[in-house]
């Protein structure tokens, strides 16, 4: 690793466990082992230095992937493993770091804000795929795959959230069977014929 690489994940170390404003280039600079002066040679200013960790988290989430099992033999199948495979991208180094630092600053910093809705609409456009899939095998009765897309996007950004927070148990399967139950395809009611 680069120094400037090593400059980069002291960053986000720190902007995870402190938050990002209380984080100073000495703290950095003392994380990486070298001068605070020396963070000058890679970064003209700390907000360069913020702004080239946005960059390198986003290079980094542009690498993987959220595949929608387009073989399940059911939507539970579906989008469980659906949920399980981005809620593990975002547990993992470096992004769950920045995931938590977007999460603490998208209400005091545009460009945070800005991060928050990317991931976000990434995180939703692979569900709105497999519900729009799931509607087509007549597995779920939704009339607005927007709002379902909206509301299990809101489901799972939370589920991260309490993941890295290591405040609930990860268990995707209650996830996928809670948000599944609000769009099942419900039977005739025979008691009124």
Not at 24 to 36: N, P, Q, T
């Amino acid at each position: 690793m680069t120094t400037r690489e090593e400059i980069i994940t002291a960053l986000l170390s720190l902007g995870e466990e402190k938050g990002l404003a209380n984080v100073s280039l000495a703290d950095i600079a003392d994380e990486v082992g070298i001068r605070k002066a020396s963070i000058y040679s890679h970064f003209e200013s700390q907000q360069a230095l913020v702004d080239t960790m946005i960059l390198h988290c986003r290079k980094e989430l542009s690498t993987k992937t959220f595949d929608v099992d387009f073989k399940a033999k059911d939507a539970h199948i579906m989008l469980a493993a659906l949920f399980d495979n981005i809620i593990r991208v975002f547990a993992e180094k470096p992004i769950s770091s920045f995931f938590s630092i977007v999460q603490q600053q998208r209400m005091y910093d545009k460009a945070f804000a800005s991060e928050d809705r990317l991931v976000s609409s990434m995180i939703n456009a692979r569900i709105r795929i497999a519900l729009e899939f799931c509607v087509q095998r007549s597995w779920l009765d939704i009339r607005e795959t927007d709002f379902a897309a909206d509301l299990m996007t809101a489901a799972v950004m939370r589920k991260i959230c309490d993941v890295l927070s290591d405040s609930s148990d990860w268990e995707t399967d209650r996830l996928a069977d809670g948000l599944i139950e609000l769009f099942r395809k419900k039977p005739a009611d025979s008691s009124l014929l």
